[in-house]
Every structure is written in C-alpha cells, then in structure tokens.
C-alpha cells in the first residue's frame, strides 16, 4: 500500500466454539440459479474515433426471458486490445438509468489472447440493482475506460468496439452470463466465460484452517500484549503520505465504543509536512497468503475536529515487499477509502486493488481494481478471499469485485491498517484538524474461503466464547 504518484493528465484513478486444524484449501460448493430466459445486451459508444482518451462502451441489459431476473446475476464482459502488454487500465461510471453506485467493473486477461482482444472489461451489479422485469431494460448504462497514465488507447483493433455503432442495437460481440451460464455473445475465439458463480452462503462455518483473531482489547499504544500478539505500531519515518510526515503511534488508542474495545488510528495536520501525524498497526509476521481475511472497519467523511478537504486514505490491507521492481512475486490487496477524492478524482471513493507488481521509478504498474463513487461514513464489514482461482472482495455481505488468478499472491504478506494523507493540497488551511478511522476487530483463517455469514458466525463465536485473541497461523 502506498502512494499513487501524480500525473499530468486529468486524472490517475486508480486489503468460535471449536478451532480446528487443516491445511487444505476449502471452498464451499458451488450453485447455479435456473433461469426462464436470459438476457441480450445493446451496445452504442460515443467515442466512436479509432484513437480517443478513453473508450465509451454504453451499454444495456434486456431481458428477454418470461421471468424477472436478478441484476446481481448478470456479468457482461466487453473485450479489447491492450496497447501494450504493461499496460493497466481504470473503469468508470459516468451515469446510469441503475446509479453507478450499483454498477461495478473490473478487467481481466483472456486466457487464450486474439489479434483483437487480449483483455476484457466486465460489468456487474450490486444487489442493489434489483430486478429485471421480463422485456424491461436497465436504461442507459454511460461506462468508460482509460489507460491510467491517461495516454491515448487505440480502439480500433478492440474486439468489442464499432465506431460505426451510435445508436443503441443488439450486440453479439460483447457477452453477459446470467447466473454463471453464457446467455448471450460470441467471445473472441477460445475464450468462453466460463466463470463459476458465488459460493452459497450458508451460516455455519466448514471445518478446518487456523486463524487469527484479535478483538483489540488493549489499554494504549504501550501495552506489552499488542507486540506479544504479534502487532507493531508505527514509530518509524518513510512512505506511503505527505513527506517528511511522522508516523506516531501515541494516535493508536483504544476507546470504548457502544461497551465495546475498538482500535483508533488518529491521523492529524496543521497543514504542513512537521505537524501532520499519520498511523499505521502492521502484523510482525509476513506469514498469511490464501484464505480469508475480515475486519469491520469505520470510515469517516468529516474529521472529528477541524476543517475538512484533506486527501485522506483509510485502509484495511496485506502486503509484502517488493525485492525489485516489477518484481513477480510481489502481493498487495488494499482496501481503501478516500472520503474528500485524491490521485484526481473530486470526492468520496473506496478501491479495492489486487497488485500483481510495480515499478516506483518511472511510476508503473500492474494491477486490478474495483472502485465506488459514494460515501462510505460508518462501520463496513469489509472481507476478503483469496484461494486458488481468483480474489473477491466483499463489503457488508455484498460481492464488490472479483479479480483474476494473475493477481494471486505468490508469498505470504502481512496484514496492515493505516490513516494518512496522499497531500496536503485538498485542504491549505492551516488550522488544525484530526481524523478516525476505527476498527472492531480483524481475523484471518488460513487456507480456508468462507462467506461473510461465515464469518460473522465465527467471530460470535469468538465472542461468546470470550476470546479476545488467538493465533494459530503456523509462521511461513
């Protein structure tokens, strides 16, 4: 986790009762819902030239079966040329008949690369979206992409693209599943979506996987227990944030909320680099990789006193080092929500990024994210999955994107939290200001993928149980 450097174009958008051992990687079975019908896609651009900034798919969804559909069922997949093989690309909403909120998309690499397409760009749909009455449409749907250093792409070698396509019509050359079954389109050749749908999601957790669980229940940044558990709070300088900032860990506290411990991590400025104090509470261990980690986390919008505008990030995340740059064994998978905008968007945004590798000198990168435009103020339970085939994030029970086995981690990481500002230049006021972010717990459970009911089965039980801390993961 750490800075996104700037760039010179508009903008660069872009972690019980009975404990039971096992190493064997678990998921849980898998269910495809039946459907009376499927659905067709319409597609028109309005970038219709062979070069632009960014390509303009827009999109909608018709049913075309006799029953309604759920729209969080429903995956399109637009597929392209890459320009180059380094290149990482950024997706947005700009709006939609469904609000963008409830509208995710993430890319992906086609397992079997054409003359026209070797990336695809996937849509899908919160529960939010709702249903699809039978013949009804989700209306327009005004999606964007861009390379995220902003230079011109290259559309026409795109499988997906026609410039001569401005009005909306049925179009083959774009697919959508519905739950899980390709309904509609034709993929370049060898390149069937072929995607399973979500786990089921029953309650009671499967057996197996040591975990970690820590409830935060210390006194001060001080206590002797937060470093015999495993965790070190921040003293020391460097990236990610505001340079020359300090990293103090005397804003680590444990407050009292609603009866219950949580962790605060207070990030503060005055408006200059000596007075800004950021924070950060980082697992000594880099000994977690597959499996499932979860916290529930409380951002905030507004600071808890002072003016508000700073380019604040708060994050939930794993990571380990990156040997050189561009290095292939590198792993990050961030949670992180940024309240008043930063690295050029305009205000409040949560990414969830799985990092493949990168270069800090010249800035390059090697990634896939999810993002959202809308405020996240409160607690979320953020959790996040990790086996053999692909990463999924969740926030409050709801999928909120899933990324490719590209991304996979190939050594363990840490597991981190942290508060601080990307610059001082969302807010130039000099007064003071302060902001929390808070966290109610964390787990970790290795080798294991469960569902979010899961996991809030499991940290019940921790609760009832009245265990505060324990850490069965085995050192790497």
Not at 1 to 17: D, E, F, I, K, V
Not at 69 to 76: C, D, E, G, M, T
Not at 264 to 274: C, K, P, Q, V
Not at 412 to 437: C, H, K, V
Request: net charge negative; charged share 15%; with cysteine.
């Amino acid at each position: 986790m750490r800075n996104r450097p700037p760039t010179g174009r508009r903008r660069l958008a872009l972690a019980l009762s009975a404990l039971l051992g096992g190493s064997a990687l678990i998921a849980l079975p898998t269910t495809a819902g039946a459907a009376d019908g499927g659905v067709a896609v319409q597609y028109r651009t309005s970038a219709s030239g062979a070069t632009a900034d960014q390509s303009e798919p827009w999109l909608k969804v018709r049913n075309t079966g006799s029953t309604s559909v759920q729209l969080s069922q429903v995956k399109i997949r637009y597929y392209f040329k890459a320009d180059s093989a380094s290149t990482s690309y950024r997706f947005a909403c700009s709006w939609a008949v469904k609000g963008c909120a409830n509208i995710t998309g993430t890319f992906g690499t086609l397992a079997n690369p054409t003359a026209t397409a070797d990336r695809y760009l996937e849509i899908g749909f919160t529960s939010s979206a709702g249903t699809l009455a039978s013949g009804a449409d989700t209306g327009d749907m005004q999606l964007r992409f861009y390379q995220s250093n902003w230079q011109t792409l290259n559309q026409a070698d795109d499988y997906s693209f026609s410039g001569a396509q401005t009005s909306y019509a049925d179009w083959n050359k774009v697919t959508a599943q519905l739950a899980g079954a390709t309904v509609w389109g034709t993929a370049p050749a060898g390149n069937d979506p072929t995607d399973p749908t979500d786990p089921t999601d029953p309650t009671d957790p499967p057996g197996g996987g040591q975990s970690l669980f820590d409830d935060f229940s210390y006194t001060s940044y001080s206590d002797p227990a937060i470093s015999a558990h495993g965790w070190n709070v921040r003293s020391n300088s460097g990236g990610p944030g505001v340079p020359g900032a300090n990293w103090d860990p005397s804003k680590v506290t444990f407050p009292t909320v609603s009866g219950n411990k949580v962790m605060n991590l207070e990030t503060s400025t005055a408006g200059t680099a000596e007075s800004t104090k950021q924070t950060e509470v980082v697992s000594k261990s880099t000994k977690f990789k597959n499996g499932t980690y979860a916290a529930r986390v409380k951002f905030a919008d507004a600071p808890q006193s002072g003016p508000d505008g700073d380019h604040l990030v708060q994050t939930f995340f794993t990571i380990n080092d990156l040997k050189a740059p561009m290095a292939d064994d590198y792993a990050e998978y961030d949670f992180e929500y940024l309240p008043n905008g930063g690295w050029g968007e305009s205000g409040n945004i949560l990414y969830t990024t799985s990092w493949e590798t990168y270069n800090p000198d010249p800035w390059q990168a090697v990634n896939q994210h999810t993002e959202s435009r809308q405020s996240y103020a409160g607690w979320h339970d953020l959790v996040l999955t990790i086996d053999n085939s692909s990463i999924k994030y969740y926030i409050d029970g709801q999928l909120f994107g899933t990324h490719d086995a590209q991304y996979l981690p190939e050594r363990p990481m840490s597991i981190n939290f942290n508060q601080w500002l990307i610059d001082l230049a969302g807010q130039t006021s000099t007064t003071a200001r302060a902001y929390n972010e808070q966290v109610d717990y964390v787990l970790h459970v290795k080798d294991q993928v469960l569902t979010p009911a899961q996991v809030s089965a499991k940290v019940a039980a921790y609760r009832t149980a009245g265990t505060a801390f324990v850490d069965e993961v085995p050192a790497s």
